[in-house]
């Protein structure tokens, strides 16, 4: 065999510091060593090796490295030269290692996705986020966050957070773990955790107490049913030659690892008088493991086992001074590390998180690590295709869909019967506890149910951790409160005969009776109705009957459709068109994303009104979609409404939009100039309490002026104009022959000069203009002879709360007298003119019994009563100038 290298040094010192005496012993010794599949050294080579280097060359020629240790190890044993024998073994050990750590290094790393591609493996360094884990008291009724999917870990010691690097820590009463369990639900990060820990335990950050880490893949479908813990050892070794007894020696140093408990399915029962205490006794491995958890065979060692909950009630019966930790999920901070871990690009992972993010609930739920690694994969498919997140079809209801299916793959088994069974009566014990507020469900309550279905039972309901010593049965829920609505839904959707079972009582399959329940008390159950939506969307059902072998209802659907439009038909106004005004109608057609089916349910609907709503970017999403697809639409009021983000104009793509005190910025201007040009069907936009300014008004302008505008109506109250703006405002009344109405009423920077511009627009022979209001503008009467000469078309003027002067008026009275003059309102502040000023609009009135003249600023407020619900004195913001409307005077 070909001489290793390097040469081994301590070995050769150990040589060097014989006597000749025993140099001469070991070489007769070493003669009469055999080796099992070996070389045996000559003797007359031995005999010409004259001196420790020679005699190791020579050792070196026959043996391997390991060898050639084992070798002198044992001859020294026989020479009763021990001290040189455990020189040469601790060498050995400290080699074999740092063998290990490089192997665990290499094991532990690198991991593969469920979708990933053949060779694509991923770094444990760089992938792995952090997760939530609480320290928990075997209490039956620990407290729980169920909205959130994680235990409350904010009251009191009794659920201190800790980290893996804490998880041996001494606990509040100075108890220091010896073992440990971690628990956690199917995809709540058990396995990454564990990997974790063998990774930063070989780079020296965490455990260094521990000389060895063994972890035990319990998953394992090649563990041996026979072992001893020396086997057990060595099978977690890379190399033959382990030197088990040495390391075990020192039992506090080292750390077993069980992974996945629950999938060993032992009885955990087994006489005190089979257990073992022999590292080296070969048992069954049942009892080789449960010697090491009852302390019988090293007990001195720490021991961290990683289960479902429903391994916890016996798992504690073998277990003492045990320690109970939860996996409960990511923190919001840790589920945007974890996007931009696994996005990698900033860009990407940015938008992937805002999409997230927007929705409330899509967000809450990837609080379960394996729900952020579904939402990701998804959308990195959709950003792959380079589509736009926020016009994206894959809502709330497709991402439970898909994590659905990942549950069924885990379940290991190919059963679709038997699992569209379990399914159904899941679903009808998620409804029954929706519809009686319940999250906690019995042990009876399972098994009445016929859940009790160990392969299947724990994918979808968690366990809690049960009292020692109390036999009362378990007490389960369901990972996610959102979960549990999720699966609610589909018990409504899912083809079944007959009534299906629940909890205490029988629950009818009627999806009518949940709807009527939601619309006239039942306001808790929306996200289930909202779930229902998404449920019987095409491409829903397709993905439930083949990938998971649920059929979903055909009736459902045109169920869900006719209550919709049920719900437009009692808004109904005798007179009035139809309307929506209720945001969680945009929500339930979002969730399904179809176009036809939106355009049925919105068929003959014409206004939508919204009012006094703090719209998420999730609302702003799914009113982008309804609109998109709602041709029939006039009107859009958004009274009152605030937006989440600071571009709303991008996402509310509105037909006819009313978009009041709704404080719109400058940058929204160029998405809502493009919808003037785009829809002709786009009558009125009414923009009130806006930051728009004269850069707004500017980009406005530009879709006035395209060929496809056809808005008759733009209102501009509030908009912090100024005369600036009026340049573009001109040169769009003179190129938009069919806007009728225009008010900048409370713009006080507009004044005179703004005016001045604006009535050179209003001469084009183009412009059709009937209605111009300017009230509340701090006009006077220089621009009074402007107006008199330039308003050939205009029906109705407002100049209420202006004060323009008697000259000003008497110039416009001068035109009003002309017979060919049409108009028929004048908005006028009339309290304290003088007299002959007030005898010149009772002559003009006399003259033209149609005209009206006086104080219009609040009688043209678009729906009676909406001021007076507003925090402001006559239309007026706080801070602004209070108009001179208390000497306004009569109605002429």
Aim: charged residues 25%.
């Amino acid at each position: 065999m070909a001489k290793e290298e390097p040469a081994l040094p301590v070995l050769l010192r150990a040589l060097q510091g014989l006597t000749l005496k025993d140099f001469q012993e070991f070489k007769t010794k070493l003669s009469e060593v055999h080796v099992e599949g070996g070389w045996n050294i000559p003797k007359d080579t031995l005999a010409t090796a004259a001196h420790p280097c020679a005699l190791l060359s020579c050792m070196g020629e026959n043996y391997s490295k390991d060898t050639a240790m084992d070798v002198a190890i044992g001859v020294f044993k026989e020479m009763n030269l021990r001290d040189l024998a455990e020189e040469l073994l601790d060498e050995m050990v400290k080699e074999h290692k740092q063998k290990y750590k490089e192997h665990v290094i290499q094991g532990f790393l690198r991991y593969k996705e469920v979708n990933s591609c053949p060779g694509e493996n991923l770094s444990i360094r760089s992938h792995y986020t952090t997760l939530t884990i609480a320290r928990k008291p075997r209490s039956k009724h620990e407290a729980v966050d169920i909205t959130r999917g994680c235990a409350d870990t904010s009251n009191g010691p009794a659920n201190v957070t800790v980290t893996t690097q804490t998880l041996f820590n001494p606990d509040e009463d100075g108890h220091m773990p010896q073992v440990v369990v971690l628990v956690g639900a199917p995809g709540m990060g058990k396995t990454m955790t564990v990997r974790k820990v063998m990774v930063e335990w070989v780079e020296g950050t965490i455990y260094t107490q521990f000389d060895y880490i063994f972890c035990i893949d319990c998953k394992d479908i090649a563990l041996p049913k026979e072992a001893s813990v020396a086997d057990l050892v060595s099978k977690c070794c890379p190399h033959r030659r382990v030197p088990v007894g040495k390391i075990l020696e020192d039992q506090k140093k080292i750390l077993f690892i069980l992974d996945g408990f629950e999938a060993l399915g032992f009885a955990l029962v087994q006489p005190e008088d089979e257990l073992s205490s022999d590292p080296r006794a070969v048992k069954p491995l049942e009892t080789t493991l449960m010697s090491l958890m009852k302390k019988t065979l090293l007990p001195d060692s720490s021991l961290l086992i990683t289960t479902r909950p429903t391994a916890l009630q016996s798992l504690g019966q073998c277990l003492e001074g045990e320690s109970y930790m939860e996996i409960v999920g990511f923190s919001g901070a840790m589920r945007e590390e974890y996007f931009h871990r696994y996005f990698g690009n900033d860009h990407k992972a940015d938008v992937a998180f805002g999409f997230a993010r927007a929705n409330e609930i899509l967000y809450s739920l990837c609080v379960i690590p394996i729900m952020s690694w579904t939402v990701c994969t998804i959308l990195k498919q959709e950003l792959h295709q380079e589509r736009n997140l926020m016009e994206c079809s894959k809502a709330t209801t497709w991402m439970g869909v898909c994590y659905l299916s990942w549950l069924v793959k885990r379940r290991g088994r190919d059963n679709p019967q038997g699992l569209q069974r379990f399914l159904l009566k899941l679903c009808s014990l998620a409804a029954d506890g929706i519809w009686k507020h319940k999250v906690l469900f019995e042990e009876k309550e399972i098994k009445d149910c016929a859940l009790d279905q160990p392969d299947l039972l724990p994918l979808f309901l968690h366990e809690k951790i049960p009292r020692k010593g109390v036999d009362h049965g378990n007490i389960y829920s369901f990972t996610h409160l959102h979960l549990q609505e999720f699966f609610a839904a589909m018990f409504y959707v899912l083809e079944d005969d007959g009534e299906m079972v629940g909890g205490s009582g029988a629950i009818t399959q009627d999806i009518n009776v949940l709807l009527e329940s939601y619309s006239e008390s039942r306001e808790d159950l929306n996200l289930t109705v909202r779930f229902l939506f998404g449920l019987v969307s095409q491409e829903s059902i397709e993905y439930m009957d083949n990938i998971i072998g649920c059929r979903t209802s055909p009736r459902a659907k045109e169920d869900l459709l006719k209550w919709l439009q049920g719900r437009h038909k009692g808004i109904c106004q005798p007179g009035q068109g139809m309307k929506v005004s209720q945001l969680d109608t945009f929500h339930f057609l979002f969730e399904m994303n179809e176009k036809s089916f939106t355009q049925r349910a919105l068929g003959g609907v014409t206004d939508m009104d919204l009012q006094d709503m703090k719209l998420s970017l999730y609302d702003q999403m799914a009113l982008s979609f309804c609109i998109r697809q709602w041709p029939g639409l006039c009107s859009v009021t958004l009274r009152g409404c605030s937006f989440h983000q600071q571009h709303p104009g991008e996402e509310v793509a509105a037909s006819g939009p009313r978009l009041q005190w709704c404080r719109l910025p400058e940058s929204c201007c160029a998405a809502l100039a493009a919808l003037l040009a785009r829809h002709r069907s786009l009558a009125r936009l009414e923009l009130g309490d806006t930051a728009l300014g004269d850069g707004g008004v500017r980009l406005l302008c530009q879709g006035l002026r395209q060929p496809g505008c056809c808005l008759r109506v733009l209102r501009l109250r509030y908009s912090r104009l100024t005369s600036a703006c009026c340049k573009d405002l001109a040169a769009a009344l003179s190129t938009s022959p069919c806007l009728e109405e225009l008010d900048l009423s409370f713009s006080e920077g507009l004044r005179d000069a703004g005016v001045q511009l604006l009535c050179e627009g209003l001469q084009h022979h183009c412009c059709r203009l009937q209605t111009l209001r300017l009230g509340s503008c701090r006009l006077t009467g220089a621009c009074c002879r402007a107006l008199a000469v330039g308003t050939p078309h205009l029906i109705c003027l407002d100049l209420s709360d202006n004060e323009l002067g008697a000259d000003g008026i008497l110039q416009l009275c001068r035109q009003l007298r002309h017979p060919a003059c049409p108009l028929r309102a004048l908005g006028l502040s009339t309290a304290g003119l003088p007299e002959d000023v007030l005898q010149e609009l009772a002559a003009l009135r006399a003259l033209k019994p149609g005209l009206k003249v006086g104080y219009l600023l609040e009688q043209d407020t678009p729906q009676t009563g909406a001021m007076a619900r507003l925090p402001f004195h006559r239309g007026v913001l706080p801070g602004r100038r209070v108009p001179p409307s208390l000497r306004r005077g009569p109605l002429l």
